[in-house]
């Protein structure tokens, strides 16, 4: 007898091979088929006339099987043709598949049939061109109904998986609504059973509808109720107050080389305000690329230390670690003591450390005020003397408990103050909605001196032209960054991408030029050395995936060349442009795609004339609607199955509900699978 924890082996038509690929999607159970969700819908209920078909558009035809017959190609002997002819009132068309030799023998002259696919033009007239096909009569799943698209493994088809899907939708009627009865009755959702079934054949647009509402605010239910509990932790710690020296800090903020500009002034006194009070700090510092983040940082720590206690900044990479150290040293000259810890590197000031005990009998004696590091600082053997803030930069980079475990360091219980810095550009009304447990600063404006990146977007013709201005670029010293899209889902690092282009740049049109190689798949070490390789200009061209770190500060790389632009959301391409023009230097950013649809070109010409990655993100989230708004994979953003980042309305409704039940059982104790669901998210959330 079928169960929700049948493995997928032993369901009905489902042998070896496909179970299999069934694997590969994560699909190991029968409760893990029926989470398999629809990544789309397609409304199939309307039968068009053939007479009325329009070319391009998907619809479906009811005909009559006039002919259908199999050859072989004429000039490739391996690629079978079936050709067919479906005749309705209205008039007749033409069919034509590749390498499905069946269907010949599947389907006879007078077959009523339902055809689904999409009228194109060829050389040889118009016809539909591979097609799905069932007779009128047999269990319709495709014609006469909404119809579910899933993301599938190679070798399995759409066919496939709603077949398996029909077998095991009865059990869906087992699980239990881990959804307090309460709020379900007070927001009108439906049952979770309903809500399942219905995401997978719903028999209207409204019953779909209403699924996806109550799917969507369950997920958005369990991340507010993670940051808030997370927000409850918090503030029933306490924190060491950092009384800072006023005159000091003002004296510090004078030595610097440039001035701040008003929204680092600003973000740098709540900061400072913040430190003074007895409740953690746990605060969002979000600034456009090349904002001056660090420098706000730098005035934070600098308060510290006047008040005798030690700040921590926790960078991904080593060579960001040097980076912020060096920038650090350069700010703070000789007054206050700066280290740095990664796992290959041990400095305290301009002086390598003897080893390693030497380097933490520094820190933990107080003789470091400021200690820049890598995952090496979370190590059992980091201790500090008085640790009172926490800075973590990329802190999307970072798990919660990566995070969590330099707070701990604290001295006598207390908890030190935690400043996140982010990159990521995100609207304020949904950084307020996905970061509930945080305060949040801005940073919009641009230091003074920086020029503009000059954009163009650039089709397959003009890419000549933009290789040489690469050639050019390299010859005066310069350097740039190649960044390629990820090609498929199954791909996650981009290997395939970067290895192809590699290739082709290195025998190609950059032939003379010395160029590295960075993806997911590399080893650390060899990440580190080829970063630092550009950093130190041993390399013309960095050709990179954009799921790895690259966003070091390089300022003699004056040219980001973004491939396959199409495939990137607005922010990102924002983002990536961010690498360049960190110099006085002229830049450029060319947004090179082979798509003449005009939608893509009148998204990529708004990242043209457009420098504010605020104004693009908000533009971002308007247009893309569902999916990967900003890059799931770089922002650290919650990876929900189908909520999006557009889901304001809901999100708030959402995080009502979830204040709400936390009034009422502050622990979750009287909804323990709905307490078990929410700790498991908290563990998970931002992870890489």
């Known amino acids: 007898m079928l169960s929700l924890t049948t493995p997928v082996a032993d369901l009905p038509g489902v042998g070896p091979t496909t179970a299999s690929k069934l694997r590969r999607l994560g699909i190991l159970r029968a409760v893990d088929?029926?989470?398999?969700?629809?990544?789309?819908?397609?409304?199939?209920?309307?039968?068009?006339?053939?007479?009325q078909l329009r070319v391009g558009q998907t619809a479906v035809v009811r005909g009559r099987l006039q002919l259908i017959q199999s050859r072989r190609g004429w000039r490739r002997r391996r690629l079978t043709i079936t050709e067919a002819l479906l005749t309705d009132h209205s008039g007749t068309v033409k069919i034509i598949w590749f390498n499905q030799p069946y269907l010949a023998t599947s389907f006879r002259q007078g077959d009523e049939l339902f055809a689904v696919g999409k009228l194109a033009v060829t050389p040889y007239g118009q016809q539909l061109q591979s097609p799905l096909i069932e007779r009128v009569g047999d269990r319709q799943l495709l014609a006469g109904r909404i119809l579910p698209v899933y993301r599938a493994a190679a070798g399995l088809t759409q066919r496939q998986i709603r077949l398996l899907m029909h077998r095991v939708l009865p059990l869906a009627e087992s699980l239990s609504d881990w959804l307090p009865e309460k709020i379900r009755t007070s927001e009108r959702l439906v049952r979770?059973?309903?809500?399942?079934?219905?995401?997978?054949?719903?028999?209207?647009?409204?019953?779909?509808?209403?699924?996806?509402e109550r799917l969507k605010f369950g997920e958005l239910l369990l991340f507010s109720l993670a940051i808030l509990r997370a927000d409850q932790l918090r503030t029933s710690s306490q924190a060491a107050p950092v009384p800072f020296n006023k005159e000091k800090t003002a004296a510090f903020v004078r030595s610097l080389p440039f001035t701040l500009t008003n929204d680092q002034r600003r973000?740098?006194?709540?900061?400072?305000?913040?430190?003074?009070r007895k409740q953690p700090m746990n605060r969002l510092l979000e600034g456009d690329v090349g904002s001056g983040k660090t420098a706000v940082a730098a005035v934070a720590a600098h308060g510290v230390a006047s008040a005798s206690t030690q700040t921590a900044l926790l960078a991904?990479?080593?060579?960001?670690?040097?980076?912020?150290?060096?920038?650090?040293?350069?700010?703070f000259s000789s007054s206050l003591r700066i280290g740095l810890l990664t796992r290959t590197q041990r400095e305290a000031g301009n002086q390598p450390a003897n080893s390693k005990r030497s380097f933490l009998k520094l820190l933990a004696d107080g003789r470091i005020d400021v200690v820049v590091g890598t995952h090496a600082l979370l190590t059992e053997t980091v201790n500090f003397h008085r640790l009172a803030l926490v800075v973590v930069d990329e802190q999307q980079r970072f798990g919660v408990e990566q995070r969590h475990a330099l707070q701990l360091k604290g001295a006598n219980g207390l908890v030190p103050h935690l400043l996140s810095m982010t990159a990521t550009p995100i609207p304020r009304t949904l950084a307020l909605s996905l970061y509930g447990d945080l305060t949040l600063s801005f940073l919009r404006q641009l230091p003074p001196g920086r020029q503009p990146i000059a954009t163009a977007a650039v089709a397959p013709p003009a890419a000549d032209r933009v290789w040489q201005h690469v050639r050019d670029r390299a010859a005066a010293d310069e350097q740039t960054?190649?960044?390629?899209?990820?090609?498929?889902?199954?791909?996650?690092?981009?290997?395939?991408?970067?290895?192809t282009e590699y290739e082709r740049l290195r025998t190609g049109p950059l032939v003379n030029l010395t160029i590295g190689m960075l993806h997911g798949k590399l080893p650390a070490k060899e990440k580190t050395a080829v970063l630092q390789q550009f950093a130190a200009g041993s390399l013309d061209v960095l050709v990179a995936t954009p799921v790895v770190e690259v966003g070091v500060d390089v300022p003699n790389a004056t040219t980001m060349v973004i491939l396959g632009a199409e495939r990137f959301g607005l922010a990102q391409l924002h983002q990536l442009r961010g690498r360049v023009g960190r110099s006085a230097k002229p830049s450029s950013c060319f947004l090179l795609t082979e798509s003449d649809d005009s939608e893509v070109r009148d998204r990529l010409a708004i990242v043209e004339r457009t420098t504010d990655g605020f104004a693009l993100a908000e533009e971002d989230l308007r247009r893309r609607g569902p999916g990967d708004l900003y890059g799931i994979r770089q922002s650290g953003l919650p990876a929900f199955r189908l909520a999006t980042l557009t889901d304001l309305p809901l999100m708030k409704r959402a995080h009502a509900a979830a204040k709400s039940l936390l009034e009422q059982d502050p622990d979750l104790s009287k909804n323990t699978v709905l307490q078990r669901k929410v700790d498991s998210l908290y563990r998970t959330l931002h992870r890489e």
């Open 33 to 51: 088929v029926l989470s398999h969700f629809p990544i789309r819908h397609e409304d199939l209920r309307r039968v068009t006339p053939i007479a």
């Open 192 to 212: 979770l059973p309903t809500a399942i079934h219905d995401i997978h054949f719903p028999p209207s647009p409204q019953v779909l509808a209403r699924s996806l």
């Open 267 to 276: 973000a740098a006194w709540e900061i400072l305000k913040d430190l003074t």
């Open 316 to 331: 991904p990479t080593d060579i960001l670690a040097r980076q912020h150290y060096e920038t650090l040293k350069r700010f």
């Open 481 to 499: 960054y190649v960044v390629c899209p990820l090609i498929e889902e199954s791909d996650e690092l981009g290997v395939a991408a970067a290895t």
